[in-house]
């Protein structure tokens, strides 16, 4: 999607024909050196050397970095859950069996009353 838009479809429309004629001749509009950028990225012509190769390398950079910083950080937490899983499980297991064992005592001790 990035690369998509850098062919220069902005130059071709009739938008940046009116930005053109506007550049040229209105002169109270823009500083001499800014009229003469803006009208050499209009024109297509070498003055203006466009950085946007660098700027899309920096983008896909950044979005492997973060990318892999998110598939990094989903299995970390994945690997959270499945242990908090686990432990909640356990721990069921040892209320259960702690719940078994109080009330067998209890029974117990209500026999034992009982005699």
Known sequence: ALERGMAGGFLQTPTAQVLRKLAQDDQDILVDADRQDLLSFLSGTSEY???SGQI???LKQMRETMSKGLADSTATEEA???SHEELMAAKSKEVAA???AIESKQKSIGELGVE
């Open 56 to 58: 899309t390398g920096i």
């Open 98 to 100: 702690l719940s078994a």
């Open 80 to 82: 959270s859950i499945k």
């Open 49 to 51: 050397a466009p950085q």
